[in-house]
C-alpha cells in the first residue's frame, strides 16, 4: 500500500483527480470502478472539472459500480443510481450503455450477482477500483466478518452502517437492511485500487486499515494483499498512523517530488 497523505480534503481530491487521469489518458477504454459515498464528491467534482476542460475523455470508458441498497428504485434520492447520475455520470462523456449499477430491485438477486460478476469479466476487468472506507473499515458494504475471498452477493448492513448512513434517510427506519454490493475478493482482482479517507472520524478505520492485521473484522485491511493499491488521505484520517512521518519521507524522495 501506498499511502498519501494531503493537507486538506480538496488536495486528496485533485491528487486522486490526477491518479485517474493519467491512468485513462494512458487507456482511454479503461473500466472504472466507481464508489458512492461523501468521500469521493470531490473527486467526481475534480474530474468532471478536467472533462469539461478536456483533460480527460470517458466517452470510451467503462465503469461497474460496488454497491446499491436493496429494495430502492434507481429513482430513489438514496440510490445509489441516483447518486451517481446527479454527482457524476451526468457531468461527464461517458456513454449511459457504459455504466453497471448492481440493481437495487431484481427479482433474482443471485442470477443478477452472477451476471455482474460475469460482465466485469467480460469488459475485461476493472482497471482501476476507486474505494471509500467505512467507519467499521468496510469497503463497498463488505461488513465486518465478510470473506476476504467473497464475490458479489447480497449482503446484511451492520448497525454502525445503517446509523452512518440514517443521516441520508429521514430516519433510521428508512435505511435499507440489504445491500448488493461486489466482494472483498472481486474487488482485490481489480489491477490497481485508489482508497480515500478524510476526516477523524475514519482515522481507526485508516490505522486499522493500512497497519493493523489482515482480518475480515476490517475488510480494507485484505487490500495490503493487494500489489498495487494507493491510499489517499487527509490530516485528519491519518491521524492515527504510526509510520506517518515515513509515509511523508516516502512520498518526498520519489523522483521529482515536491517538498511536503
Ligand atoms: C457506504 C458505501 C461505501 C463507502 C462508505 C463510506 O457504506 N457502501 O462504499 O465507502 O459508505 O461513506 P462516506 O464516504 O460517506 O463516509
Known amino acids: 500500500m501506498e499511502v498519501i497523505v494531503e493537507q486538506t480534503v480538496e488536495a486528496m481530491s ?6 485517474v487521469a493519467e491512468i485513462l489518458n494512458a487507456k482511454p477504454n479503461a473500466v472504472l470502478g466507481m464508489a458512492t459515498g461523501t468521500t469521493p464528491l470531490g473527486l467526481y467534482k475534480e474530474l468532471a472539472q478536467m472533462c469539461r476542460r478536456g483533460e480527460v475523455d470517458f466517452s470510451h470508458v467503462t465503469t461497474f459500480n460496488l454497491d446499491e441498497y436493496v429494495g430502492l428504485p434507481v429513482t430513489h434520492p438514496q440510490s445509489f443510481h441516483y447518486f451517481m447520475h446527479e454527482n457524476f455520470f451526468k457531468h461527464v462523456n461517458i456513454p449511459l450503455e457504459n455504466i453497471h449499477i448492481p440493481s437495487g430491485t431484481a427479482s433474482n438477486y443471485r442470477a443478477f450477482c452472477d451476471w455482474y460478476e460475469n460482465r466485469i469479466k467480460e469488459c475485461g476487468g476493472i482497471d482501476l477500483q476507486i474505494l471509500g472506507i467505512g467507519s467499521d473499515g468496510h469497503i463497498a458494504f463488505n461488513e465486518p466478518g465478510s470473506s476476504l475471498s467473497s464475490r ?29 454490493t461486489m466482494g472483498v475478493g472481486t474487488i482485490l482482482e481489480a489491477r490497481k485500487c485508489l482508497l480515500l479517507a478524510n476526516g477523524k472520524n475514519k482515522a481507526d478505520a485508516v490505522s486499522a486499515m493500512v497497519e493493523g492485521p489482515v482480518t ?13 493499491t494507493k491510499v489517499f488521505l487527509d490530516e485528519s484520517a491519518a491521524g492515527k498512523l504510526k509510520m506517518r512521518d515515513y509515509y511523508t519521507w516516502i512520498q518526498n524522495k520519489k523522483p521529482g517530488a515536491p517538498q511536503r
Not at 485533485?14 to 491518479?19: D, S, V
Not at 448497525?159 to 448488493?180: C, G, H, L, M, Q
Open 14 to 19: 485533485r491528487a486522486a483527480a490526477l491518479e
Open 152 to 180: 458479489t452477493r447480497l449482503k446484511t448492513l451492520a448497525k454502525p452502517t445503517i446509523d452512518d448512513n440514517s443521516r441520508f434517510f429521514n430516519n433510521r427506519d428508512e435505511v435499507p437492511i440489504y445491500a448488493i
Open 216 to 228: 475480515s473484522m476490517i475488510t480494507a485491511s485484505a487490500l495490503q494483499l493487494h500489489e498495487d
